[in-house]
């Protein structure tokens, strides 16, 4: 199994940002069954994840007889680290990382330097990946390793 792998939550909720995303030009609200099924979500954790998202701002609900839920802010504004940071917190390599590093060991452990840069390197490719310009699924994955190379020189 792998160490370091994004949640199934994280996954889940960028798939269905995306297909809000891909709605986001037509003005039509999608319900969480239509988002479930056509991403292949269980829906009742897509229902969590979408509370989640709705909190934070990245979609928002819509009522009425074309009710559903839509992008709460224009898809190409919306970044990966906002919906990951949306439904699981900030984000952090390591406890002696991110925005409230926590260890006992800071500055005497040899490690921190290497944490530093792995957290200095990923977090680029996640605050420059835009749900709106990743709409395709081809798209996605090639936008994504683009800039991920990027981050990396």
Known sequence: MPIMQVSRKIDYALRAV?????????????????IAARERIPR?????????????G???SRRGPHGGYVMGRPADKVTFRDVMEAVEGPISLNVCVGEHADCSLLGACGMNRVWREGQRRVMPAFSQA??????????????FLRQAANCSR
Do not use: M, W
């Not at 897509?46 to 909190?55: A, Q």
């Open 44 to 56: 009742q954790f897509l229902e969590k994840i979408v509370r989640d998202l709705i909190r934070t």
């Open 58 to 60: 990245v979609v928002r």
């Open 130 to 143: 835009f749900a709106g310009k990743s709409t395709s699924r081809s798209g996605l994955s090639s936008a």
């Open 18 to 34: 995306i297909h809000l995303a891909n709605e986001d030009g037509s003005d039509r609200a999608c319900s969480v069954a239509e």
